[in-house]
């Protein structure tokens, strides 16, 4: 039997209702949409301090770094709520945090 990432076999997933399983696929593809637009604010910090010549506390420097900070944040957040639908329980959120394979969600 092929195993996932989180070594738990199929049998072993609690079955999922219709919303569970919408609210998993919606936290997936937010989760998703959020972590790439945070990569992307990442660079545009990264880019916008190196034209400002190192000036972080530049305006636009801060800006960029708060959109990125919100957009991680978010990132966060949907995939804590799509690990909670994905295991039909509700864990504490240091334990999502302390298995990095966790945080990217499925």
């Known amino acids: 039997m092929i195993q996932p990432v989180d070594q738990t076999t199929f049998e072993d997933q609690p ?11 919606r936290t997936r593809t937010l ?5 790439t637009l945070c990569l992307l604010a990442s660079l545009w910090w990264v880019m916008t301090l190196m034209w400002s010549g190192g000036a972080a506390f530049s305006a ?13 944040s978010q990132f966060v957040i949907q995939g804590f709520s799509n690990w ?23």
Do not use: F
């Not at 999922?16 to 696929?25: G, N």
């Not at 989760?31 to 972590?35: A, T």
């Not at 420097?61 to 991680?72: D, F, Q, R, T, Y």
């Open 15 to 25: 079955s999922m209702s219709p919303q569970m399983a919408a609210i998993r696929k």
């Open 31 to 35: 989760g998703r949409l959020y972590g």
């Open 60 to 72: 636009s420097c801060v800006e960029a770094l708060a959109c990125a900070i919100v957009l991680g």
């Open 84 to 106: 909670q639908a994905r295991t039909g329980r509700a864990g504490k959120l240091s334990e999502y945090l302390s298995d990095g394979r966790l945080l990217w969600p499925r």
